[in-house]
Protein backbone atom coordinates (compact mmCIF):
# COMPACT_ATOMS: atom_id res chain seq x y z
CA UNK A 1 0.00 0.00 0.00
CA UNK A 2 0.97 3.01 -1.08
CA UNK A 3 1.67 6.50 1.41
CA UNK A 4 -0.38 9.00 -0.33
CA UNK A 5 -3.99 9.26 -1.70
CA UNK A 6 -4.15 9.73 -5.48
CA UNK A 7 -7.25 11.40 -6.54
CA UNK A 8 -9.91 9.74 -8.55
CA UNK A 9 -9.14 10.06 -12.65
CA UNK A 10 -10.47 13.77 -13.42
CA UNK A 11 -10.44 15.32 -10.57
CA UNK A 12 -6.79 17.01 -11.26
CA UNK A 13 -6.26 18.30 -14.98
CA UNK A 14 -3.52 16.73 -16.82
CA UNK A 15 -0.77 19.31 -16.72
CA UNK A 16 0.13 20.79 -20.05
CA UNK A 17 3.07 19.67 -21.82
CA UNK A 18 6.13 22.31 -21.35
CA UNK A 19 6.67 24.24 -24.63
CA UNK A 20 9.92 25.61 -25.62
CA UNK A 21 10.93 29.00 -23.96
CA UNK A 22 9.91 32.03 -25.60
CA UNK A 23 12.40 34.48 -26.64
CA UNK A 24 11.07 38.09 -24.62
CA UNK A 25 11.50 40.70 -27.10
CA UNK A 26 9.42 43.90 -26.40
CA UNK A 27 8.74 45.82 -29.47
CA UNK A 28 7.25 49.39 -28.13
CA UNK A 29 3.74 50.59 -29.84
CA UNK A 30 5.34 53.27 -31.66
CA UNK A 31 8.75 55.17 -32.37
CA UNK A 32 9.97 56.79 -29.57
CA UNK A 33 9.44 60.31 -29.05
CA UNK A 34 13.10 61.36 -29.34
CA UNK A 35 13.60 61.67 -32.70
CA UNK A 36 13.64 65.07 -34.12
CA UNK A 37 11.04 67.22 -35.59
CA UNK A 38 12.26 67.58 -39.76
CA UNK A 39 13.22 71.39 -40.45
CA UNK A 40 10.27 73.58 -41.65
CA UNK A 41 10.48 74.24 -45.26
CA UNK A 42 9.48 77.88 -45.57
CA UNK A 43 6.31 78.39 -47.71
CA UNK A 44 6.97 81.19 -50.88
CA UNK A 45 4.25 83.58 -50.67
CA UNK A 46 3.30 84.61 -54.29
CA UNK A 47 0.22 86.86 -55.29
CA UNK A 48 -3.04 84.87 -56.57
CA UNK A 49 -2.58 84.54 -60.41
CA UNK A 50 1.64 85.30 -60.72
CA UNK A 51 3.37 82.23 -61.45
CA UNK A 52 4.99 80.07 -59.21
CA UNK A 53 8.51 80.13 -58.06
CA UNK A 54 10.81 77.53 -59.49
CA UNK A 55 11.58 74.17 -58.07
CA UNK A 56 14.39 74.70 -55.51
CA UNK A 57 16.48 71.99 -56.92
CA UNK A 58 17.60 69.27 -54.51
CA UNK A 59 21.35 69.13 -52.90
CA UNK A 60 23.51 67.33 -54.80
CA UNK A 61 24.31 64.16 -53.01
CA UNK A 62 27.61 63.92 -51.68
CA UNK A 63 30.17 61.14 -52.12
CA UNK A 64 30.86 59.10 -49.21
CA UNK A 65 34.84 57.67 -48.59
CA UNK A 66 35.09 53.74 -47.24
CA UNK A 67 35.31 55.85 -44.08
CA UNK A 68 32.35 57.52 -43.63
CA UNK A 69 31.19 57.62 -40.15
CA UNK A 70 27.69 56.65 -38.62
CA UNK A 71 26.47 58.67 -35.59
CA UNK A 72 23.65 56.56 -33.26
CA UNK A 73 22.23 59.03 -30.27
CA UNK A 74 19.49 57.75 -28.10
CA UNK A 75 17.36 59.82 -26.12
CA UNK A 76 19.27 58.56 -23.13
CA UNK A 77 22.16 60.64 -23.95
CA UNK A 78 24.38 57.56 -25.41
CA UNK A 79 26.02 58.81 -28.66
CA UNK A 80 27.97 55.95 -30.69
CA UNK A 81 30.16 56.95 -33.08
CA UNK A 82 30.79 53.59 -35.83
CA UNK A 83 33.95 54.09 -37.98
CA UNK A 84 34.70 50.61 -38.77
CA UNK A 85 33.82 47.47 -36.14
CA UNK A 86 32.25 48.30 -32.69
CA UNK A 87 30.58 45.63 -30.74
CA UNK A 88 27.69 47.19 -28.15
CA UNK A 89 26.09 45.62 -24.73
CA UNK A 90 26.28 46.56 -21.20
CA UNK A 91 29.81 44.69 -21.26
CA UNK A 92 30.49 44.05 -24.67
CA UNK A 93 33.67 41.38 -25.24
CA UNK A 94 34.86 40.38 -28.71
CA UNK A 95 33.77 37.45 -29.60
CA UNK A 96 34.78 35.44 -33.01
CA UNK A 97 32.49 37.19 -34.57
CA UNK A 98 33.71 40.38 -33.55
CA UNK A 99 36.77 39.93 -33.76
CA UNK A 100 38.72 43.74 -33.50
CA UNK A 101 35.94 44.74 -32.77
CA UNK A 102 35.87 48.49 -30.39
CA UNK A 103 33.45 47.52 -27.30
CA UNK A 104 31.56 49.88 -26.41
CA UNK A 105 29.71 49.66 -23.38
CA UNK A 106 26.42 51.50 -22.93
CA UNK A 107 24.24 52.05 -19.87
CA UNK A 108 21.19 50.29 -19.15
CA UNK A 109 19.41 50.50 -16.22
CA UNK A 110 16.64 47.87 -17.40
CA UNK A 111 18.71 45.40 -18.59
CA UNK A 112 17.43 44.92 -21.71
CA UNK A 113 21.08 44.91 -23.56
CA UNK A 114 22.99 41.23 -23.59
CA UNK A 115 26.13 41.87 -22.15
CA UNK A 116 27.43 41.55 -25.99
CA UNK A 117 24.56 42.21 -27.63
CA UNK A 118 25.22 43.17 -31.17
CA UNK A 119 27.84 44.13 -34.06
CA UNK A 120 27.79 47.46 -36.19
CA UNK A 121 30.32 47.83 -38.56
CA UNK A 122 30.37 50.73 -41.99
CA UNK A 123 30.73 47.98 -44.95
CA UNK A 124 30.98 49.84 -48.73
CA UNK A 125 29.86 53.20 -46.64
CA UNK A 126 26.66 50.93 -45.09
CA UNK A 127 25.99 50.59 -41.64
CA UNK A 128 25.34 46.69 -40.74
CA UNK A 129 24.12 45.54 -37.89
CA UNK A 130 24.26 41.83 -36.60
CA UNK A 131 22.31 40.41 -33.29
CA UNK A 132 25.12 38.26 -31.95
CA UNK A 133 22.45 36.25 -30.18
CA UNK A 134 21.17 38.42 -27.82
CA UNK A 135 18.50 37.81 -25.33
CA UNK A 136 15.98 40.33 -26.26
CA UNK A 137 17.26 40.99 -29.89
CA UNK A 138 17.55 44.05 -32.50
CA UNK A 139 15.26 45.50 -34.53
CA UNK A 140 15.90 48.25 -37.47
CA UNK A 141 12.52 50.45 -37.65
CA UNK A 142 13.16 52.71 -40.98
CA UNK A 143 10.87 55.34 -40.78
CA UNK A 144 7.03 55.22 -41.85
CA UNK A 145 7.74 51.15 -41.96
CA UNK A 146 7.27 47.92 -39.50
CA UNK A 147 10.31 47.34 -37.45
CA UNK A 148 12.15 44.11 -38.74
CA UNK A 149 13.70 41.44 -36.57
CA UNK A 150 17.22 40.54 -36.91
CA UNK A 151 18.17 37.34 -37.51
CA UNK A 152 21.48 36.66 -35.22
CA UNK A 153 24.47 36.06 -36.85
CA UNK A 154 23.23 37.91 -40.08
CA UNK A 155 24.74 41.07 -41.22
CA UNK A 156 21.61 43.73 -41.78
CA UNK A 157 21.93 47.12 -43.35
CA UNK A 158 20.26 49.71 -41.47
CA UNK A 159 19.02 52.91 -43.52
CA UNK A 160 19.83 56.16 -42.91
CA UNK A 161 16.90 57.63 -40.13
CA UNK A 162 15.89 54.44 -38.97
CA UNK A 163 15.36 53.38 -35.73
CA UNK A 164 17.79 50.84 -34.26
CA UNK A 165 16.02 48.85 -31.21
CA UNK A 166 18.85 46.79 -29.02
CA UNK A 167 16.40 45.23 -26.41
CA UNK A 168 14.48 48.03 -25.39
CA UNK A 169 17.04 50.76 -25.73
CA UNK A 170 16.33 52.85 -29.09
CA UNK A 171 18.88 54.61 -31.23
CA UNK A 172 18.64 57.10 -33.91
CA UNK A 173 20.94 56.37 -37.01
CA UNK A 174 22.35 59.06 -39.76
CA UNK A 175 25.90 59.75 -40.90
CA UNK A 176 27.82 61.38 -39.05
CA UNK A 177 28.67 64.83 -39.60
CA UNK A 178 32.24 65.29 -41.81
CA UNK A 179 35.24 66.07 -39.61
CA UNK A 180 36.83 69.23 -40.01
CA UNK A 181 40.51 69.66 -39.00
Same mark, same amino acid.
Request: proline residues 12%.
Given at each position: MSDFIVPPPGLVPDAPAP? $??ERTVRVPDRIPAFRPPAPATPVPSAPPGAA #???PVPAPPIRPHGPRTA???R????HDVTVRGRVVVGRDPRATDAAAGAEPVAIDDAARSLSKTHALLEVVDDRLL??????????RIWPEGED #?? $?LEPGRPTSVPEGAVLLLGDVAFLVNRAPDATV
Open positions: A $EP #APPWRLSDGGATDLASTNGV #AV $E
